[in-house]
């Protein structure tokens, strides 16, 4: 390459007619010695350009500025071609310096030019015949965020990597109306090549504006049709000329109309003395207003648009009454239903959690009251044990309701019910992709029961693997969930009940005894029914009364006979037993008094005929006092005054009611 300096001297710098010499003189040295010339300013570190009006007029080299012309070839002909432009430049341009009045016009003709290119409200860029940027506008130097000093004589796609015209440049063919995306805004672009006068390329222009604007607007319009569609009120709009210009769906088939037929109609042909020519001809909106309209009712809102506050029409949305009468009974429905039963729980939660409920005057189950109603104030674990069905689940939620914590939620975990391999999920909860399937993550009945209490029923039927986990959130009150890594820390009361022999169960290495102590802190056992029998009659009493509620009935009581039957039956499924054959008596029982018939056979067959006056308990006789017990007890229960019952006993009346005093006999 072959290049050489020169300092530009002329007074306007390089104008539009020194600017038109120079690039005649580049044809005419092409001609002489087939050699292209390019000329750059010395301290621009962009490409030199090729000569050319566009690229010389671009570079807007002033007076004093050094210039530096080149030749890309290291030949004795570039040699010649570079040294004949610089004496020309230097010697002939330089010295012959003055501006004349018509290049005077000339140059303020190009300034113009140049202005309103740059005020133009659209972008414009224009490459040389080599690509480069030698004419940007504001407008789209604003679009590039970019400055004039960073393009010019850049390659056009180092600037603007979509630029299609290089392609215009090679093929010489117009683009019209191109979607072109521009540093994240959307253009549409119309470009040409610029041909000289023997139809040579000079370069090319593209002229484009930003629609990026104009694309929201579309697409925000679009989801607005789409919402007017979907939606079921009824929904009209009528233009500033009074014509009906949009219908929605439920408008059509409400009023069982087509569209197509009323599009473009004037409101006056179709509703003269209607709601919504008053508001177009008022401009006042009208809120909720209910009418009739082809002898339906409705409600409307009616209200003129304004944009700029020039008025374009009004729009109108009903909805018909008689939809929303059925939304509001249908709502009122729910809420009675909702009333219904939030009163159903109350009463549910009153009922059950409370100590009045357990039913029983037997002195152990008193005991095991008093222990309960200790334990509900205090935090300590507490194991229930007891006999299926002796109301280890009832005494449970009483401790809890009547807790500090009754607020807070009380959840029951069966450990029998729940399969091995679940439940750890269960108690600890899971996170998401913790197993196959776990699509979300998932709290456990221990994170539910924060500051609340858990009940881990059936405890005995926990697996030895579990027990060792529950071990550690009985220490320490921490746990991770399946697949987590974070610790939890919770503060949860636990309550475990079982009717399973844990000792045995212990020996036999199938109870951790580490746990069984930390569990049998405060102990409660549930004596059997068969060993307070005394509460039979009061049992039944409770669920006379409960379960007529339940069953829709009215049954008064129970004869003597039968309570003598059932305090002589043995009890395996104890209280919840006695429940049932009290529902099934009363479901057989006639009358208002269950009777003899209504108990089932296996308990109205046991004979007493048959046994000893005394049944020994386990083959061993019991204190004297507790057959006396058992005889007033009877006797009371059959003659109900204390003179009979003596008379019966062949004792006093005095002396029944001590004895009774004495057992606490009711
Ligand atoms: N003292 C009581 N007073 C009134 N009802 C009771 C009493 N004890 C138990 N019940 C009733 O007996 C039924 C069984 O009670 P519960 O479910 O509490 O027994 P459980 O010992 O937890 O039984 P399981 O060990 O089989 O789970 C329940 O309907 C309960 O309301």
Same mark, same amino acid.
């Given at each position: ?43 621009? #570190? ?71 290119? !740059? ?18 506008? *504001? ?6 965020? &970019? ?19 290089? &392609? ?34 000079? +370069? ?17 319009? *679009? ?60 401009? *006042?909106? @009208? ?17 003129? %648009? ?9 729009? #109108?949305? #009903? ?11 249908? @709502? ?21 959690? #409370?100590?009045?409920?357990?039913? +029983?005057?037997?002195?152990? @189950? ?10 509900? !104030? ?58 196959? +399937? ?25 697996? %030895? ?60 056992? @549930? ?82 005929? !048959? *046994? ?6 386990? +083959? ?47």
């Amino acid at each position: 390459m072959y290049k050489k300096t020169l300092v530009v001297n002329i007074n306007e710098g390089i104008h539009t007619r020194i600017a038109a010499s120079i690039v005649l003189k580049t044809s005419e040295l092409k001609s002489k010695y087939n050699i292209n010339l390019f000329i750059k300013k010395s301290n621009s #570190s962009s490409e030199p350009f090729a000569i050319s009006m566009l690229a010389l007029l671009s570079l807007k080299i002033q007076k004093g500025e050094t210039i530096e012309i080149s030749c890309n070839e290291d030949s004795e002909t570039a040699y010649q071609a570079v040294n004949e432009m610089f004496n020309f430049i230097n010697f002939e341009l330089n010295s012959n310096n003055t501006m004349s009045k018509l290049d005077a016009i000339i140059e303020e003709n190009t300034i113009a030019n140049e202005q309103i290119i !740059d005020n133009i409200p659209v972008g414009i860029i224009v490459i040389d015949s080599n690509c480069h940027i030698v004419k940007i506008n *504001e407008y789209a130097l604003n679009l590039i965020d &970019s400055s004039e000093k960073k393009v010019y004589g850049k390659y056009i796609k180092d600037i603007i990597p979509t630029s299609e015209l290089p &392609s215009v440049l090679k093929d010489r063919i117009h683009q019209i109306g191109q979607i072109q995306h521009i540093n994240n805004n959307i253009t549409i672009s119309n470009r040409a090549p610029i041909l000289g006068k023997n139809n040579e390329i000079l +370069g090319a222009i593209s002229v484009f504006q930003d629609i990026s604007e104009v694309i929201g607007i579309q697409e925000l319009n *679009e989801k607005f049709i789409k919402i007017l569609e979907a939606s079921h009120d009824l929904i009209c709009f009528v233009d500033e000329h009074r014509k009906i210009s949009y219908l929605n769906p439920a408008y059509e088939k409400h009023f069982n109309i087509n569209k197509n037929f009323i599009l473009g109609m004037d409101l006056m042909d179709i509703s003269p003395n209607g709601l919504r020519i008053k508001v177009f001809n008022t401009k *006042e909106k @009208l809120e909720k207003f209910f009418h009739r309209k082809d002898n339906q009712e409705i409600v409307s809102t009616i209200e003129p %648009i304004f944009i700029d506050d020039k008025f374009k029409g009004i729009i #109108s949305i #009903s909805k018909p009454i008689n939809e929303m009468k059925e939304l509001v009974s249908k @709502l009122e429905r729910s809420q009675e239903e909702l009333n219904y039963y939030r009163d159903e729980i109350r009463r549910h939660s009153l009922l059950n959690f #409370s100590f009045k409920e357990i039913i +029983g005057n037997s002195g152990s @189950l008193r005991e095991v009251l008093y222990i309960a109603q200790k334990a509900s !104030d205090s935090t300590s674990t507490v194991l229930i044990r007891g006999e299926s069905g002796t109301g280890k689940e009832l005494i449970a939620k009483a401790i809890h309701y009547n807790s500090p914590r009754k607020n807070n939620t009380l959840v029951r975990v069966n450990c029998a019910a729940i399969p091995e391999n679940l439940l750890e999920s269960e108690l600890f909860g899971y996170e998401k992709g913790a197993f196959t +399937g776990a699509t979300n993550s998932k709290p456990g009945k221990f994170n539910l029961a924060d500051k609340g209490t858990i009940f881990l029923d059936e405890i005995g039927d926990m697996p %030895i693997s579990m027990q060792a986990k529950l071990l550690r959130v009985l220490q320490d009150m921490e746990f991770e969930s399946v697949g987590g890594l974070k610790t939890q820390k919770v503060d949860v009361r636990i309550i475990a009940a079982t009717n399973r022999d844990l000792e045995t169960m212990i020996k036999n290495g199938q109870f951790r005894e580490d746990l069984y102590y930390r569990l049998n802190v405060i102990n409660i056992t @549930l004596p059997p029914l068969r060993e307070r029998k005394e509460d039979i009659s009061l049992l039944v009493e409770h669920f006379i009364q409960k379960l007529n509620t339940k069953l829709n009935k009215n049954i008064k009581g129970i004869t003597n006979d039968c309570i003598i039957y059932l305090e002589k039956y043995h009890w395996p499924g104890n209280i919840r037993e006695l429940e049932n054959i009290i529902e099934r008596a009363m479901n057989m029982c006639d009358g208002n008094l269950i009777t003899l018939k209504d108990l089932p056979f296996h308990i109205r067959s046991m004979d007493n005929k !048959d *046994e000893n006056l005394i049944n020994l308990v386990d +083959g061993e006789l019991l204190p004297l006092e507790e057959y006396e017990k058992e005889i007033i007890k009877i006797a009371m229960q059959k003659y109900k005054s204390f003179n009979k019952a003596g008379k019966a006993l062949g004792i006093t009346h005095r002396t029944v009611s001590l004895k009774c005093k004495k057992y606490g006999i009711t």
